[in-house]
């Protein structure tokens, strides 16, 4: 049987394009359960990889839960942008620097605890195990950057057999996943503290990611569907002969 993988990449806000592109899949097929056996995500996409990963039943009621998140997002329930968290942001951002900051961890502008209460109540983390125990899918994998080495990670959970690796600035680590992974994958450098997994911290895997297919073909995929979300820019039919253009 061939295995189908999944790429939802980073963007932000932008993700919430990748649930209607699903959306689409699941009308198109609404009787299926899991469509694909790979799914890799970073940054806001490693959100809605996670979701993917905990269904445990139709595809379509999946992107139900994805879909009612989105819908109901608001800036306050991924960041706190009140006056007082600002300023006590930049407070701590200026203790750092002035005592023994390279051991004080990097810093960041925005608190964004709110995230990781949202997470922590709409990801299943054990009906993602589950998923993966009863064979319905083979692996999840969510993609960060490392800040001591610059290395970007995929930490993946999946089937047994599944082995990590390690190739230049590229690497997979198996591991059990946790709300810290998703949280490290979406942490965009200065804005979002990144988070500390093992030794080293880890933010935005967008940072250094030159390989977004790679993860989902060593966990096995052979087919991959990729949902990118980049503003690409669009040239009009008049300048198609400049070189940017034709990239």
Request: charged share 20%; aromatic share 6%; hydrophobic share 40%.
């Amino acid at each position: 049987m061939t295995k189908n993988g999944v790429i939802l990449t980073g963007g932000g806000a932008r993700a919430a394009y990748q649930v209607g592109v699903l959306r689409a899949i699941a009308d198109m097929y609404p009787d299926w359960n899991h469509p694909f056996n790979v799914i890799i995500g970073t940054s806001a996409g490693a959100i809605n990889a996670m979701a993917l990963a905990g269904n445990r039943g139709l595809f379509r009621h999946s992107i139900d839960h994805l879909d009612k998140v989105w819908s109901e997002l608001t800036m306050d329930r991924v960041f706190r942008a009140d006056t007082f968290s600002l300023m006590r942001s930049f407070s701590a951002i200026a203790r750092k620097m002035i005592s023994r900051p390279i051991e004080s961890g990097p810093v960041s502008f925005l608190d964004n605890s709110p995230l990781r209460e949202l997470l922590e109540r709409e990801i299943d983390l054990q009906s993602i195990r589950q998923t993966i125990q009863e064979g319905h899918i083979d692996a999840v994998g969510l993609n960060a950057c490392g800040y001591a080495t610059g290395q970007n990670v995929c930490f993946f959970e999946g089937a047994e057999g599944l082995q990590g690796w390690s190739i230049g600035q590229r690497g997979g680590t198996r591991t059990e996943l946790a709300v810290d992974h998703i949280m490290a994958s979406a942490a965009i450098p200065t804005l979002f503290a990144p988070v500390k997994i093992n030794r080293e911290y880890f933010g935005d895997g967008v940072t250094r990611q030159m390989a977004h297919i790679s993860p989902a073909l060593r966990l096995g995929a052979r087919k991959v569907l990729v949902i990118g979300v980049s503003a690409n820019a669009m040239c009009p039919s008049s300048a198609r002969k400049n070189p940017v253009c034709q990239r």
